[in-house]
T-cell receptor
């Protein structure tokens, strides 16, 4: 099946640091990629949707200047958490879809811990 | 307000029994509904999709039903095994948008 690789799997860093998370579709072209955040024992909450070559569409309440999303190619999207603070600590998950009405394929997530 | 609810946060059953998980939604018109499995520290893995005009879908030991009148989907695992222990998420996709809206999940534990 289709594979989405997310890197790194875990990040621990100091408050104020910017952190970049990569999401790659390995065997399909992801025309659309999605970024989610999941807090412990809660569901996945969509943060933003990005189409290759266009600006991301952010969900209500998600700061676009804090969570920078780049989707420069059909196989790579990045999420940069700028000037991260402890409240940004969470599990971030990306997914991709190839535009053929197939289910989204999810990465294995990035555990971000801000000290 | 719009809600998607999985009414059991956790479910514990004996190995070999059928596990039944429930997903209810309000004020949505889903085009289709999906079920995912999520293991700790991992991303969700797609299991089954059922469309609004379908009543039931099966895949091996899994069965999903969809009742648009009751606004409910049931997810069954027959002959459950300890390896089936995980969190199961239901998710709906509305006809007006391509984004997925997830329920909060049910943590299923199968005891030997």
């Amino acid at each position: 099946g289709a594979v989405v690789s997310q890197h790194p799997s875990r990040v621990i860093c100091k408050s104020g640091t910017s952190v970049k998370i990569e999401c790659r579709s390995l065997d399909f072209q992801a025309t659309t990629m999605f970024w989610y955040r999941q807090f412990p024992k809660q569901s996945l909450m969509l943060m933003a949707t990005s189409n290759e070559g266009s600006k991301a569409t952010y969900e209500q309440g998600v700061e676009k200047d804090k969570f920078l999303i780049n989707h420069a190619s059909l196989t790579l999207s990045t999420l940069t958490v700028t000037s991260a603070h402890p409240e940004d600590s969470s599990f971030y998950i990306c997914s991709g879809e190839d535009g053929t009405n197939q289910p989204q394929h999810f990465g294995d997530g990035t555990r971000l811990s801000i000290l | 307000s719009q809600k998607i609810e999985q009414n059991s946060e956790a479910l514990n059953i004996q190995e070999g029994k059928t596990a039944t998980l429930t997903c209810n939604y309000t004020n949505y018109s889903p085009a289709y509904l999906q079920w995912y499995r999520q293991d700790p520290g991992r991303g969700p893995v797609f299991l089954l999709l059922i469309r609004e005009n379908e009543k039931e879908k099966r895949k091996e030991r899994l069965k999903v039903t969809f009742d648009t009148t009751l606004k409910q989907s049931l997810f069954h695992i027959t002959a459950s095994q300890p390896a089936d222990s995980a969190t199961y998420l239901c998710a709906l996709v509305t006809s007006s948008a391509s984004k997925i809206i997830f329920g909060s999940g049910t943590r299923l534990s199968i005891r030997p």
